[in-house]
């Protein structure tokens, strides 16, 4: 089975002199498989599947694909003809929270408004029946739900949060009028733990603030299914821990959660079961069956789908024990104990070092200091006294913040700066060479800004928050990159980040960072990563292992044998 997807937004058919419509063999036999109007069409039933079209048009505007048979019979939904296209649908139970996971771009959100009855199941066609969808769902549980859809009451949290960002209404008002139990408000407040912004606008408010106003939202209302888009964004991880264990708690017989998540240690804390997405990101997405969050999980670093004999990765992501990774002896650079004085907020670091081939992850809560701290070390800003010695080193910075208001084309950029090509690959950067940088979305602009940064001729990277915006996929390709490039080079490397899966793949050491958020903030020494995430698990009072199988990390369920046991031990790491 093929199909064929139109890039409608693409497509320029005055610029290219219609192109696929002149090449496309089937058209040169007399037969209309590829029409232009006003933008290309093409029949599915009379392509070829040859893939000239796909391999010649300069705007990258069509992609044909080879799907197995078996699929056809699970489209649940497509966006008009030659449009995204999504099959199968995720298995949504009462009583559990269901995790969703793979690319952006893959039909995750088309899946949560297929379920919010934002949009209705068309099997590909205009408009399905009723008894069609009754149909489909026979003898699934599913069909309960489908039947059902209108009396049942729906919470969305969206995963952008920009609408609710520029308001300028006070929390504590928002609030009230979403719930009139004050007993329910006052009790979701303290759990979220936004007591101290209630009096506060929601435009004054950071992107962790809001974040947790946005679930508070949801959850304030009397819902019986909670859509969940990427709870644990802006939040660190003390916050993400929080927010994991407040929707743990909601869930009860009569209610079900869906969250969406790229966080692949919460989301397997946080849920029962997930359904992984794969397919191409804008072309079509598949939702495997459901599993549970351990198998799932294990299943997508292994890039392989049994049930579905589906290869969606070449090679299995995987992870090592502290003492397998390669480490060097020889100090390439370090630093004195200093301080930093703002206003209102202080920082205090302690002499440390890094060792040459190393990546050094910068832990700890948000607004005590770790990007303070990184622009320290690249002399971006002064310290209180003195100067750090640099030796003569060259630094590259990645801030956390991207600046996207340049006009500046992207293979200009890919050109000038001679980014690497094993990056430009890796980060599918020939997709953006015809965009500006101000229309590239945050993940396409995170992962160009990585690899600005890794392809600079420099000793050491700073690297701040790499993983915004990037979906699972996205985080372990910066993550490789990351460990290639700094080993490959014999350089080093910190990364301030807050997915400790992410951060345990990347890192071999790491800083962690304690402290009162926008009061004062204090660094460890540089620590064996086993040591540092054991210091920074014991603060947050939560244990983690490795997984058997793929020794990723993993957090034990709270008071757990497993939990109990290693906080007897004082292994909150047990690597
Ligand atoms: S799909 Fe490509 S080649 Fe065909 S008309 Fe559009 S821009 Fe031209
Ligand atoms: S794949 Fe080949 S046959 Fe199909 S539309 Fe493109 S050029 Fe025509």
């Known amino acids: 089975m093929k199909i ?43 392509c070829i599947g040859c893939a000239i079209c796909q391999n010649r048009c ?23 003809k030659n449009g995204f296209a ?29 379920f919010s009855g934002h949009l209705k199941i068309n099997f590909g066609r205009e408009k399905a029946e009723e008894k069609e969808i009754k149909e489909y769902f026979k003898g699934s549980e599913l069909l309960n739900y489908f039947e059902n859809i209108d009396k049942i009451k729906i919470s969305y949290k969206p995963q952008n949060l920009s609408e609710l960002g520029n308001s300028k209404v006070k929390v504590s008002d928002v609030i009230s009028q979403i719930q009139k139990d004050k007993k329910k408000i006052g009790k979701i407040v303290s759990e979220l733990n936004i007591e101290n912004f209630l009096d506060r606008q929601l435009n004054q408010l950071s992107g962790g603030e809001l974040q947790k106003v946005s679930i508070a939202i949801a959850f304030l209302k009397d819902a019986d299914v ?27 017989e009569k209610k079900a959660v869906i969250v969406v998540e790229h966080d692949l240690l919460m989301l397997d804390f946080l849920t029962d079961y997930i ?18 969050s351990k198998t799932a999980v294990n299943t997508y670093l292994g890039g392989f789908l049994k049930e579905d004999n589906i290869r969606f990765r070449d090679k299995p992501i995987k992870f090592f024990k502290i003492e397998q990774k390669q480490k060097s002896n020889f100090k390439l650079f370090d630093w004195p104990n200093f301080t930093k004085t703002f206003k209102n907020f202080k920082l205090n670091v302690n002499s440390s070092f890094i060792n040459e081939g190393s990546v050094t992850g910068i832990i700890g809560k948000n607004g005590i200091g770790k990007t303070t701290f990184v ?35 992207v293979a200009a950029i890919i050109k000038k700066e001679k980014i690497d090509k094993y990056l430009i690959h890796l980060f599918s950067l020939e997709m953006l060479n015809i965009k500006k940088i101000k229309e590239l979305s945050g993940g396409e602009l ?46 080093a490397c910190f990364v301030v980040d807050h997915d400790l899966l992410f951060l345990s793949y990347v890192a071999d050491s790491l800083l962690v960072f304690s402290g009162e958020a926008g009061k004062n903030g204090e660094t460890s020494k540089s620590l064996d990563f086993s040591e540092g995430l054991n210091r920074l698990l014991k603060e947050l009072n939560i244990t983690v292992r490795r997984d058997e199988e793929t020794l990723r990390p993993r957090i034990n369920k709270p008071d757990s044998v497993l939990d109990r046991k290693q906080k007897e031990k004082g292994k909150y790491f047990e690597d």
């Open 275 to 292: 359904n992984i997405f794969y397919g191409n990101p804008s072309d079509y997405g598949v939702v495997s069956t459901v599993m549970t």
């Open 86 to 114: 999504l099959y199968r649908l995720p298995l949504l139970r009462f009583g559990s929270i269901l995790g969703l996971f793979g690319k952006n771009g893959i039909g995750k959100s088309t899946t949560l408004k297929i």
């Open 58 to 80: 300069p705007f990258n505007a069509i992609s044909i694909i080879n799907l197995p048979e078996k699929l056809d019979k699970d489209l649940i939904y497509r966006f008009g």
């Open 375 to 409: 622009k320290c070390l690249a002399n971006e800003i002064d310290i209180d006294k003195g100067k750090i010695d640099s030796k003569k080193m060259k630094f590259a910075y990645k801030p956390q913040y991207l600046n996207s208001n340049s006009d500046d084309l």
């Open 226 to 252: 909670y859509f969940i888009d990427e709870p644990l964004a802006y939040l660190d991880i003390e916050e993400r821990i929080r927010i994991s264990n407040f929707i743990r708690k909601i869930v009860s």
């Open 446 to 491: 995170q992962r160009l800004e990585v690899a600005r940064c890794l392809s600079k001729d420099a000793d050491l990277y700073l690297i701040d928050e790499p993983s915004a915006y990037l979906d699972v996929e996205e985080r372990l390709n910066v993550a490789k990159a990351i460990n290639e490039i700094i080993a490959n080079k014999s350089k």
């Open 4 to 46: 064929a997807i139109v890039h409608k937004e693409k497509c320029n058919p005055e610029s290219c002199g219609k192109l696929c419509s002149k090449l496309c063999p089937v058209n040169r036999k007399g037969e209309d498989c590829i029409i232009i109007e006003k933008k290309a069409s093409i029949s599915e039933e009379l």
